[in-house]
């Protein structure tokens, strides 16, 4: 991903390809190549800096004691995390990062973001703004997962959020970023009776699946 690729992200929107170069350079940025299945981030890390993924994808996951592994969030091209550590000098990652395929990231040093420049210039300004509304639709995003598994059945849990993405994009069809497995650890459910329900689904004619491709079929439909 370029300067003028960089400059379409939400992070960098309404600054130019010449203003996101200068303002990489001037923010410590670096970036890295991690191999699927590499850890970026691990539980207990002091973090500084906040990445945003520049081709791949990245899982925001959980492991409790038992080995247990809760999928909370999957970051894509464009999209930013672990920005909530770096913000707050100190604390500890209660999360683990994990390249959930090849996955190239950008790392900006948080404490030059949030530290306004001599120049006050009116990009890094934009900035800071940027970075506040994606701080703001991460909380979002985690309040959609507690209504996604707030339901007490499977069925209820694949309909809240199988809805929300079909709302979300605009239409009945469409691709979920997660493969079963990580579908039903983001959902807390069992992957078998996760496959189980999804085929049910199907000869009830509620939806048509492969993959991470679902179509919601309607009454006539089905």
């Known amino acids: 991903m370029d300067d003028a690729a960089l400059s379409r992200t939400a992070l960098f929107q309404g600054s130019g390809p010449e203003e996101v170069g200068a303002m990489l350079s001037c923010l410590g940025a670096q970036r890295r190549r991690f191999a699927k299945g590499q850890t970026v981030y691990r539980v207990g890390d002091i973090v500084t800096s906040l990445g945003m993924v520049l081709s791949g994808r990245v899982l925001i996951e959980n492991d409790d004691l038992w080995g247990n592994t809760t999928v909370l969030d999957s970051v894509g091209p464009g999209q930013i995390f672990a920005e909530t550590y770096a913000c707050t000098p100190g604390e500890p990652m209660m ?81 979920i970023p997660f493969d079963r497995q990580q579908l039903a650890d983001y959902l807390n459910v069992d992957r078998s009776a996760l496959s189980n329900e999804l085929s049910k689904m199907q000869r009830e004619g509620l939806l048509r699946t492969k993959r991470n491709y679902f179509e919601l079929l309607g009454e006539e439909e089905g």
């Open 95 to 175: 999360v683990n990062v994990t390249a959930a395929e090849d996955a190239e990231i950008l790392f900006l040093n948080v404490e030059r973001v949030l530290r306004v420049c001599p120049r006050a210039c009116a990009h890094h300004g934009r900035l800071l703004r940027n970075l506040l509304t994606l701080s703001a639709q991460k909380n979002l995003n985690l309040s959609r997962k507690i209504f996604h598994t707030s339901a007490k059945s499977i069925r209820g849990r694949l309909l809240s959020y199988l809805s929300d993405q079909a709302m979300r994009s605009g239409s009945r069809r469409f691709t």
